[in-house]
């Protein structure tokens, strides 16, 4: 099976990524990860040994100036349009998001393909990446029991407590059959 897992921004977002990934890789599993440049190094030096790493043109768009503001969204809608096409191509089996901006371009494509996506949020509260992505997923995935931030009309199949590795394959709902 073909897993794509998208990540960037900080180490918060990228650790459990990579734990999955080296997981999902001693099953057996082709892995691809996505990411920014501010954490591109740390995929490289901490990927599992045959995960492919692909860089996604983002960046977040907090900043208080609307012409960064514009230009990070641009930085995403390139890369969505960009991660579009490749899954026109090579199509992943399944798409793992781990959160930061640099992983909605994936969620995007995987949504415009209809590529089974899941959302790991692993703070207490939701970031504005995985809230605006929350849109095109049918599950997250939390480490914790309920979120802040969490619009009330969320209609997703919500499982708690994956917060390692092992624990994700656990979830009958994610089998990812050997």
Known sequence: MKIWIATGGTGGHVFPALSVATEIEKRGHQVTISTDGRVLKMVKNGKPTKAKVVFVWASGVGAKSKIKQIIALSKIGVSAIALSLRFMF?????????????????????????????????????????????????????????????????????????????????????????
């Not at 998001?97 to 969620?107: E, H, I, K, L, Q």
């Open 90 to 178: 090579f199509r992943p089996d399944k798409v793992v998001a781990f959160g930061g901006y640099a992983s909605v371009p994936a969620v995007f494509a995987a949504h415009l393909w209809k590529i089974p996506t899941y959302l790991h949020e692993q703070n207490a509260a939701i970031g504005r990446a995985n809230k605006f992505a929350l849109r095109w997923v049918k599950t997250l995935m939390t480490s914790f029991k309920t979120i802040d931030g969490l619009p009330s009309n969320t209609n997703k199949s919500c499982l708690y407590r994956i917060a390692c590795a092992c624990r994700f394959f656990e979830c009958s709902k994610y089998t990812f059959a050997t």
